[in-house]
């Protein structure tokens, strides 16, 4: 299986700051890459594909970059609606495999 | 706009069989280019995804819970099932059903939407 490493675990931050949170593969995975935003009582929803893809209706203040090993996602100014917890999932392989999360509070 | 919803016992003893049930509303489990399956969360814990069906043909599984997993599609009544049998209180989390994009989808295997999720704890 293909091990995904998110840091950090939890960030704390303001809002109108912008944050980056970073996941790294065990193998290559290509741009195979999604982020999704989870909060609390709630399903997960999709932000980001294929590593830089906006999927429709995502504020264009998020986005995501990377390839092979290692991808951020990015919030370049924080809104009160982006505390959450952000999970990144590989698509390389099956079995799909999720990063642990990073858990965005408000400082 | 597609809906998922999962419904199932929200108790099950261990030992016996977890069986849970995702309905589709408002598009059709046959449109070809998407599978269908089930990720699960243990409370306060991350995403385990535990496998997804094409059409009724093809099935994948996480090797960790395949001897004891079986999803299956009903078209006729545009659902699509979970069963996950001898389950612990290692199973004890909160069960998703999604819709998963295809390999060929530029969105390769990537989920979206998801059902609201049900709670299925397992306790004697």
């Known amino acids: 299986d293909i091990q995904m490493t998110q840091s950090p675990p939890s960030l704390s931050a303001s809002l109108g700051d912008r944050v980056t949170i970073t996941c790294r593969a065990s193998q290559s995975i290509s741009t195979y890459l999604s982020w999704y935003q989870q909060k609390p009582g709630k399903a997960p929803k999709l932000l980001i594909y294929a590593a830089s893809s906006l999927q429709s209706g995502v504020p264009s203040r998020f986005s995501g970059t990377g390839s092979g090993t290692d991808f951020t996602l990015t919030i370049s100014s924080l809104q009160p609606e982006d505390f959450a917890t952000y999970y990144c999932q590989q698509s390389y392989s099956i079995p799909i495999t999720f990063g642990q999360g990073t858990r965005l509070e408000i400082k | 706009q597609l809906q998922l919803q999962e419904s199932g016992p929200g108790l099950v003893k261990p030992s016996e069989t977890l069986s849970l049930t995702c309905s589709v509303s408002?598009?059709?489990?046959?449109?070809?280019?998407?599978?269908w399956g089930w990720i699960r969360q243990p409370p306060g814990k991350g995403l385990e995804w535990i496998g997804s069906i094409y059409y009724s043909e093809s099935t994948y599984y996480n090797p960790s819970l395949k001897s004891r997993v079986t999803i299956s599609v009903d078209t006729s009544k545009n659902q699509f099932s979970l069963k996950l049998n001898s389950v612990t209180a290692a199973d004890t989390a909160v069960y998703y059903c999604?819709?998963?994009?295809?390999?060929?989808?530029?969105?390769?295997?990537?989920?979206?939407?998801w059902g609201q999720g049900t709670l299925v704890t397992v306790s004697s």
């Open positions: 408002d598009g059709s489990i046959s449109s070809s280019g998407y599978y």
């Open positions: 999604a819709r998963h994009f295809s390999y060929s989808s530029s969105c390769r295997l990537c989920v979206d939407p």
